[in-house]
């Protein structure tokens, strides 16, 4: 007989020691990954209480889509029906057998009325659509979810008829045990389900409810298929994981056709086909039971169903969608959640009202472009997944192009175009600044056909044409501040090869009569010095001298001195020269030994002189510019004019008002001064 030699173990103990197991399981059964394998039969059990409740939502929809047609067409009904009783002449009252009807009078005043019938009850209560009766459908943990009597399935947690109304207040959304999200959340509560808990106010409670399942059982799979919690052993990018997340699509195809040979056979379709894929998928691991890598295709399965939930139609609310994708950040990489995002964001946007507008509102029609800084946030250095949208939004049409005007997508502009200088920089950034600029030139020409039905003092193409200006003159700085600093000619090199790459594409994109391909010629000139650039001003210059257009004439050597005096500020700031009119003179040497027709650079340094001074709002510059013109007009043997209008003389020169737009002539102390509002 063999005898154990562990030591004998009291009831007591026993129960004490698995109390204490069960408790270090039930604490420790969310931190841990389940041993379970991933099988087709796991996978369904996550995704199939996701398409339960998205398809109880269509129903819902559909069904009060169809109370809400049969009501219109009631009231129309009842609408004809009172325009024909109008019309109607009045029927005259028939007596017959008066004295038999007076004979029962009383008895027919005191007869009790007929109880309605009960069939029609039932009849209208049974018409009613399936997605009506979800209380006897869905389970109970579901309705105490909806309910919000429990908020956790644990089996640890009591009945529900221990719960008194006293402890109600206790039990809200903030008492979750089971969050796990890794930035919002607190140490108390989730901040999601308060989140989700505030769109009451906004939604029926039937629309609420699905939501809310909704919401759990993507939190659920999220949770189950978590990259830190089932680490792949195949990198996010590499090529295995990349066709994994084209499984799902995959699925859809299968489905589609399986779909419609049933209707062309004129038979539905029971062919389980995404669970004959997961099977399939699972047999390639033969060693053991499941395939690790179902957890990655599973995760991308449930992504593409919210997706295609989003794509349709008011079955989601904004507050919904937007909560469901900052869900998603919070499990996964920004780059699985790419698709997601799109399908929220494409969509048509109004025109902004003022230049104050905000474009990244939490609040109305922009909502979705609020969830674009959340997700700039999280991805990765240099990469601008802010631009990238912006500028997809606006090759689409579906941002107006106006937005570009704002102060808040200047400063955004200014920002992204300084990634140009990174030594590892994307593509995107380059795309987002050939998108913006290609946009600003065809709004000039937009504005330009305003003109003339709008009011003279309004001007609509002046501010589009100097935010034009200014984004050319801040390329053409950068690329000047590099060439004449300490940086190395590899650095010069990569930079004016991207910067070269813009002014090509914008180039080859716009008419050679813009505006916009005569600055940006200027530009390449300055930097490059290309023979190509100086052909193309010497048409510009020569169509204006052919047409005779004065205004047209005016306002290109208007934009002319604006750029030269944007780009010696620029210089001068970034240390290129000791003052800006240093950098302006350099500038205005270079141009004006041009061989231009018409000589239209003859008085383009004093132009530039006062557009600088009213930039720097410097009293030095302003002299310097004064002075310039004194000598100008000396040389012509012009005197200063002490009034006159804003026009043009024959030799070039203009007159104070052109020259020192902003400033005024003080004839008392005999300087210029800054005109007061």
Same mark, same amino acid.
Request: hydrophobic fraction near 35%; charge should be positive; include cysteine.
């Given at each position: 007989?063999?005898?154990?030699?562990?030591?004998?173990?009291?009831?007591? +103990?026993?129960?004490?020691?698995?109390?204490?197991?069960?408790?270090?399981?039930?604490?420790?059964?969310?931190?841990?990954?389940?041993?379970?394998?991933?099988?087709?039969?796991?996978?369904?059990?996550?995704?199939?209480?996701?398409?339960?409740?998205?398809?109880?939502?269509?129903?819902?929809?559909?069904?009060?889509?169809?109370?809400?047609?049969?009501?219109?067409?009631?009231?129309?009904?009842?609408?004809?029906?009172?325009?024909?009783?109008?019309?109607?002449?009045?029927?005259?009252?028939?007596?017959?057998?008066?004295?038999?009807?007076?004979?029962?009078?009383?008895?027919?005043?005191?007869?009790?009325?007929?109880?309605?019938?009960?069939?029609?009850?039932?009849?209208?209560?049974?018409?009613?659509?399936?997605?009506?009766?979800?209380?006897?459908?869905?389970?109970?943990?579901?309705?105490?979810?909806?309910?919000?009597?429990?908020?956790?399935?644990?089996?640890?947690?009591?009945?529900?008829?221990?719960?008194?109304?006293?402890?109600?207040?206790?039990?809200?959304?903030?008492?979750?045990?089971?969050?796990?999200?890794?930035?919002?959340?607190?140490?108390?509560?989730?901040?999601?389900?308060?989140?989700?808990? +505030?769109?009451?106010?906004?939604?029926?409670?039937?629309?609420?409810?699905?939501?809310?399942?909704?919401?759990?059982?993507?939190?659920?799979?999220?949770?189950?298929?978590?990259?830190?919690?089932?680490?792949?052993?195949?990198?996010?990018?590499?090529?295995?994981?990349?066709?994994?997340?084209?499984?799902?699509?995959?699925?859809?195809?299968?489905?589609?056709? /399986?779909?419609?040979?049933?209707?062309?056979?004129?038979?539905?379709?029971?062919?389980?086909?995404?669970?004959?894929?997961?099977?399939?998928?699972?047999?390639?691991?033969?060693?053991?039971?499941?395939?690790?890598?179902?957890?990655?295709?599973?995760?991308?399965?449930?992504?593409?169903?919210?997706?295609?939930?989003?794509?349709?139609?008011?079955?989601?609310?904004?507050?919904?969608?937007?909560?469901?994708?900052?869900?998603?950040?919070?499990?996964?990489?920004?780059?699985?959640?790419?698709?997601?995002?799109?399908?929220?964001?494409?969509?048509?946007?109004?025109?902004?009202?003022?230049?104050?507008?905000?474009?990244?509102?939490?609040?109305?029609?922009?909502?979705?472009?609020?969830?674009?800084?959340?997700?700039?946030?999280?991805?990765?250095?240099?990469?601008?997944?802010?631009?990238?949208?912006?500028?997809?939004?606006?090759?689409?049409?579906?941002?107006?192009?106006?937005?570009?005007?704002?102060?808040?997508?200047?400063?955004?502009?200014?920002?992204?175009?300084?990634?140009?200088?990174?030594?590892?920089?994307?593509?995107?950034?380059?795309?987002?600044?050939?998108?913006?600029?290609?946009?600003?030139?065809?709004?000039?020409?937009?504005?330009?056909?305003?003109?003339?039905?709008?009011?003279?003092?309004?001007?609509?193409?002046?501010?589009?044409?100097?935010?034009?200006?200014?984004?050319?003159?801040?390329?053409?700085?950068?690329?000047?501040?590099?060439?004449?600093?300490?940086?190395?000619?590899?650095?010069?090199?990569?930079?004016?090869?991207?910067?070269?790459?813009?002014? /090509?594409?914008?180039?080859?994109?716009?008419?050679?009569?813009?505006?916009?391909?005569?600055?940006?010629?200027?530009?390449?000139?300055?930097?490059?010095?290309?023979?190509?650039?100086?052909?193309?001003?010497?048409?510009?210059?020569?169509?204006?001298?052919? +047409?005779?257009?004065?205004?047209?004439?005016?306002?290109?050597?208007?934009?002319?001195?604006?750029?030269?005096?944007?780009?010696?500020?620029?210089?001068?700031?970034?240390?290129?020269?000791?003052?800006?009119?240093?950098?302006?003179?350099?500038?205005?040497?270079?141009?004006?030994?041009?061989?231009?027709?018409?000589?239209?650079?003859?008085?383009?340094?004093?132009?530039?002189?006062?557009?600088?001074?009213?930039?720097?709002?410097?009293?030095?510059?302003?002299?310097?510019?004064?002075?310039?013109?004194?000598?100008?007009?000396?040389?012509?043997?012009?005197?200063?004019?002490?009034?006159?209008?804003?026009?043009?003389?024959?030799?070039?020169?203009?007159?104070?008002?052109?020259?020192?737009?902003?400033?005024?002539?003080?004839?008392?102390?005999?300087?210029?001064?800054?005109?007061?509002?």
């Amino acid at each position: 007989m063999e005898y154990s030699l562990s030591p004998p173990r009291h009831r007591h +103990s026993t129960l004490t020691h698995n109390n204490t197991n069960n408790n270090k399981t039930t604490t420790s059964s969310s931190a841990q990954p389940s041993t379970q394998p991933w099988t087709a039969t796991r996978c369904h059990r996550l995704l199939r209480p996701l398409l339960t409740h998205i398809s109880a939502l269509r129903k819902d929809k559909a069904w009060k889509a169809l109370a809400a047609q049969e009501e219109a067409n009631n009231a129309k009904r009842r609408r004809d029906e009172s325009d024909t009783a109008a019309y109607r002449p009045e029927k005259r009252p028939c007596r017959k057998y008066s004295g038999k009807a007076s004979r029962h009078a009383a008895y027919d005043e005191i007869e009790t009325p007929k109880k309605p019938s009960q069939t029609r009850r039932r009849r209208v209560r049974c018409a009613r659509p399936a997605s009506s009766r979800q209380e006897v459908i869905l389970p109970t943990p579901f309705l105490r979810r909806v309910k919000n009597h429990a908020l956790s399935s644990s089996p640890n947690r009591g009945p529900v008829d221990d719960i008194t109304l006293e402890e109600e207040p206790k039990v809200t959304a903030t008492s979750s045990t089971r969050c796990s999200h890794r930035q919002r959340c607190a140490k108390r509560g989730c901040l999601f389900e308060v989140e989700l808990a +505030s769109l009451k106010t906004s939604t029926d409670p039937q629309r609420h409810g699905l939501f809310k399942s909704i919401f759990n059982a993507f939190d659920a799979l999220l949770r189950s298929t978590s990259a830190s919690k089932y680490p792949s052993p195949a990198a996010p990018k590499s090529l295995l994981a990349m066709c994994l997340r084209r499984v799902p699509e995959y699925v859809a195809e299968l489905e589609y056709w /399986d779909q419609k040979d049933a209707e062309e056979r004129g038979a539905k379709s029971d062919k389980q086909v995404s669970f004959e894929v997961y099977t399939e998928l699972e047999g390639l691991n033969p060693v053991s039971d499941g395939w690790r890598h179902l957890c990655a295709v599973v995760r991308a399965h449930g992504v593409r169903i919210i997706r295609e939930a989003v794509l349709e139609d008011q079955l989601f609310d904004d507050a919904f969608t937007d909560l469901l994708i900052r869900l998603a950040l919070q499990y996964l990489p920004l780059m699985e959640c790419v698709g997601l995002i799109d399908a929220y964001i494409q969509r048509p946007y109004p025109k902004p009202v003022a230049a104050e507008d905000s474009l990244f509102t939490s609040q109305g029609a922009l909502r979705p472009l609020g969830l674009l800084k959340v997700c700039d946030a999280l991805a990765s250095p240099g990469a601008s997944f802010l631009a990238t949208k912006l500028s997809e939004l606006l090759s689409m049409g579906l941002l107006p192009a106006k937005w570009i005007l704002t102060k808040e997508f200047k400063a955004l502009w200014v920002s992204t175009a300084g990634l140009i200088l990174k030594k590892r920089y994307r593509q995107n950034v380059v795309n987002f600044v050939i998108t913006t600029l290609t946009n600003m030139c065809t709004l000039v020409s937009n504005s330009d056909r305003l003109a003339g039905r709008m009011k003279e003092d309004e001007q609509p193409w002046q501010k589009a044409q100097n935010t034009l200006v200014g984004s050319i003159a801040a390329l053409t700085s950068i690329m000047l501040l590099l060439q004449d600093g300490v940086s190395t000619p590899n650095r010069i090199e990569m930079v004016g090869g991207r910067i070269k790459f813009i002014l /090509d594409s914008c180039l080859r994109s716009l008419d050679s009569n813009h505006i916009g391909t005569y600055l940006l010629n200027i530009c390449a000139y300055l930097i490059f010095k290309t023979e190509d650039a100086l052909s193309e001003l010497t048409k510009a210059w020569g169509k204006l001298e052919k +047409s005779a257009g004065k205004e047209e004439r005016t306002r290109q050597i208007d934009a002319t001195a604006v750029f030269v005096s944007s780009v010696a500020y620029y210089c001068s700031r970034g240390g290129a020269h000791a003052s800006p009119t240093e950098s302006l003179a350099h500038l205005c040497d270079e141009l004006e030994t041009l061989q231009l027709p018409g000589a239209p650079f003859t008085n383009l340094r004093v132009e530039a002189a006062f557009s600088l001074a009213e930039q720097t709002a410097d009293l030095k510059d302003l002299a310097f510019a004064e002075d310039l013109k004194a000598r100008r007009n000396s040389v012509l043997g012009q005197q200063l004019p002490s009034t006159g209008s804003s026009e043009r003389t024959g030799s070039g020169c203009l007159d104070e008002t052109s020259l020192a737009g902003g400033f005024r002539w003080d004839g008392g102390i005999s300087e210029w001064v800054n005109v007061s509002p």
